[in-house]
Antibody
Framework: EVQLVESGGGLVKPGGSLRLSCAAS????????FNWVRQAPGKGLEWVSS????????YYADSVKGRFTISRDNAKKSLYLQMNSLRAEDTAVYYC??????????????WGQGVLVTVSS | ETVMTQSPGTLSVSPGERATLSCRAS??????LAWYQQKPGQAPRLLIS???TRATGVPARFSGSGSGTEFTLTISNLQSEDFAVYYC???????????FGQGTKLEIK
């Protein structure tokens, strides 16, 4: 079964840091690109970042550029999102999502169950 | 940036009937359009990619159409499990990026 499981969320103060992880199983992790997508409480979906299969290319939304870093460890079948200088507006459920097809970053399928990040003092 | 606008914001339809959801792009997106379904407390689920290709396991009552700037998601013979929020997404792969519509909530009439 194809599965993505996020972890690492929680409550953090403004200006703080947090590292999210996404553990993958059930498919050839190193063949696919991955993404982080977030959803603020009661709001819509926002793409955050993408990384290709061998980590050669990373992309970020303007809203997180310079503060967030996406990375992956193909040996561990894991995706990461290092979030620094967190702001209240970063509060959201963060989803990891795989590219639908090998060599394609988008669209997203499947998605993990999501992890909540709350930035508050 | 391409802006995706979904209409209506909320759609009330009775079970067994057909629902038609619209998505408009501010400029042509060719057929780089996906639809997702999200139920409360759950992650989104891909329904349609390439404007009209159903994802694996998606029932045939879901169909996508359109190209350019106007797209439609049609759900025939609505089942109780279909009542959810639906998002359209314009995506590009080179370089990767996307924009989502604001969502249409499909509720039971």
């Amino acid at each position: 079964e194809v599965q993505l499981v996020e972890s690492g969320g929680g409550l953090v103060k403004p200006g703080g840091s947090l590292r999210l992880s996404c553990a993958a199983s059930g498919f050839s992790f190193n063949m696919y690109a991955f993404n982080w997508v977030r959803q603020a409480p009661g709001k819509g979906l926002e793409w955050v970042s993408s990384i290709n299969s061998n980590s050669n290319y990373t992309y970020y939304a303007d809203s997180v550029k310079g503060r967030f870093t996406i990375s992956r460890d193909n040996a561990k079948k894991s995706l990461y999102l290092q979030m620094n200088s967190l702001r209240a507006e970063d509060t959201a459920v963060y989803y990891c999502a795989r590219g639908l097809l090998m060599m394609y970053t988008l669209p997203f399928d499947p998605w993990g169950q999501g992890v909540l990040v709350t930035v508050s003092s | 940036e391409t802006v995706m606008t979904q209409s209506p914001g909320t759609l009330s339809v009775s079970p067994g009937e057909r629902a038609t959801l619209s998505c408009r792009a501010s400029q042509s997106v060719n057929n780089n359009l996906a639809w997702y379904q999200q139920k409360p407390g759950q992650a989104p689920r891909l329904l349609i990619s390439g404007a009209s290709t159903r994802a694996t396991g998606v029932p045939a009552r879901f169909s996508g159409s359109g190209s350019g700037t106007e797209f439609t998601l049609t759900i025939s013979n609505l089942q109780s499990e279909d009542f959810a929020v639906y998002y359209c997404q314009h995506y590009t792969n080179w370089p990767p990026g996307c924009t989502f519509g604001q969502g249409t909530k499909l509720e039971i009439k």
